[in-house]
């Protein structure tokens, strides 16, 4: 009988409900160990996860056994459950709904990966909103802006 071979590589992008910066520095590792375990126990490789206090990136050698939306929301309704029974957050947590999920090749592999790595650098030349919205268009995907995520940063004279 033939087996089923893929490498199937993906970016997952999130952010906290209202863009609220609650993702704080102290326990942000813990939350990203976390929702590694909770990637890597759904039968997927862990990549790269990183992010700001708003949002995160989660790069994935992802396993078709399972959907991308089922995977995301399993990630943000159990880490959203993890942040709320820790007490890791002093304000009222939630994940926004929608997500991002974007696919690579293997020979950008270890480019997605440096770029994650680098969001802090990265979001001190470059808003969220402008970097979402750019993937969108460079990925050629159909959005309506009514549908996007609540951007903070809504005036954009680069838009």
Request: glycine share 4%; hydrophobic share 35%.
């Amino acid at each position: 009988m033939a087996n089923t071979y893929t490498q199937l590589y993906i970016q997952l992008v999130f952010v906290v409900k209202g863009r609220q910066s609650l993702i704080q520095r102290e326990w942000k590792e813990e939350l990203y160990q976390y929702i590694t375990g909770i990637v890597q126990n759904n039968g997927h490789k862990m990549l790269r996860i990183n992010g700001m206090p708003d949002h995160v990136h989660i790069f994935i050698g992802y396993n078709p056994k399972q959907s991308i939306s089922q995977l995301v929301e399993t990630i943000k309704t159990d880490s959203n459950h993890f942040i709320k029974r820790k007490k890791l957050c002093r304000f009222k947590f939630n994940w926004q709904a929608g997500y991002g999920a974007f696919s690579y090749s293997h020979s950008q592999v270890d480019r997605v990966v440096k770029y994650i790595i680098n969001q802090e650098a990265h979001h001190q030349k470059k808003t969220f909103r402008k970097e979402y919205l750019e993937m969108l268009r460079k990925f050629e995907v159909e959005f309506k802006e009514k549908y996007l995520f609540d951007f903070l940063d809504i005036v954009d004279p680069e838009k």
